[in-house]
T-cell receptor, first 113, second 111 residues
Framework: DAGVIQSPRHEVTEMGQEVTLRCKPI?????LFWYRQTMMRGLELLIY????????DSGMPEDRFSAKMPNASFSTLKIQPSEPRDSAVYFC???????????FGPGTRLLVL | GENVEQHPSTLSVQEGDSAVIKCTYSDSASNYFPWYKQELGKRPQLIID?????GEKKDQRIAVTLNKTAKHFSLHITETQPEDSAVYFCAASINDYKLSFGAGTTVTVRA
């Protein structure tokens, strides 16, 4: 298995632009998580899905952030409009029901200028 | 929500010595406590976990202890090696899935 796949790996954009991050979970996993990692705030859970349904989005910072999971093999995290304080590494992770190990993707390093 | 505090923020040990990282949590309903290791520029990876019905768990050179009454848990690494140098995160969860992470401990093993 290729593991969790994220794209792009690096993204540089200007303030005000829309940013879309993509994630493909491990096949067969029915939980998907989006995390944000910064030096100041550490590793934060933004939202997680079970069977494509958002279960808890209490970590989503504000309305500029949105996440979708249209099918079991694809999820997006969108930031519109982006701001410099959104600069961070965004990780996607997945696990299966009954399993607890969250397998992280390689992350997307986002820089908003 | 759950609040996890982790200490120390940095830890430097001589190769072969032991390293101990401590975490406290706020929600008494938390029942799952994993530890993740993140090497520089890499993704976090689970190294060990413990549930609230167990007081201690060991896997080779790493062990985790849990004190439910005091709401704290610790990671112990014995006979440290250079490859143990990384950032270690503790986490707590009430349902196995919603993880609240500590701020991380940067461990440096000196040769």
């Amino acid at each position: 298995d290729a593991g969790v796949i994220q794209s792009p790996r690096h993204e540089v954009t200007e303030m005000g632009q829309e940013v879309t991050l993509r994630c493909k979970p491990i096949s067969g996993h029915d939980y998907l998580f989006w995390y944000r990692q910064t030096m100041m705030r550490g590793l934060e859970l933004l939202i997680y899905f079970n069977n494509n349904v958002p279960i808890d989005d209490s970590g989503m910072p504000e309305d500029r952030f949105s996440a979708k999971m249209p099918n079991a093999s694809f999820s997006t995290l969108k930031i519109q409009p982006s701001e410099p304080r959104d600069s961070a590494v965004y990780f996607c992770a997945s696990t299966s029901w009954g399993g607890v190990t969250q397998y992280f993707g390689p992350g997307t390093r986002l820089l908003v200028l | 929500g759950e609040n996890v505090e982790q200490h120390p923020s940095t830890l430097s040990v001589q190769e072969g010595d032991s390293a101990v990282i401590k975490c406290t949590y706020s929600d008494s309903a938390s029942n799952y406590f994993p530890w993740y290791k993140q090497e520089l520029g890499k993704r976090p990876q689970l190294i060990i976990d413990i549930r609230s019905n167990v007081g201690e768990k060991k896997d080779q050179r790493i062990a985790v202890t849990l004190n439910k009454t005091a709401k704290h848990f610790s990671l112990h690494i014995t006979e440290t090696q250079p490859e143990d140098s990384a950032v270690y995160f503790c986490a707590a969860s009430i349902n196995d899935y919603k993880l609240s992470f500590g701020a991380g401990t940067t461990v440096t093993v000196r040769a």
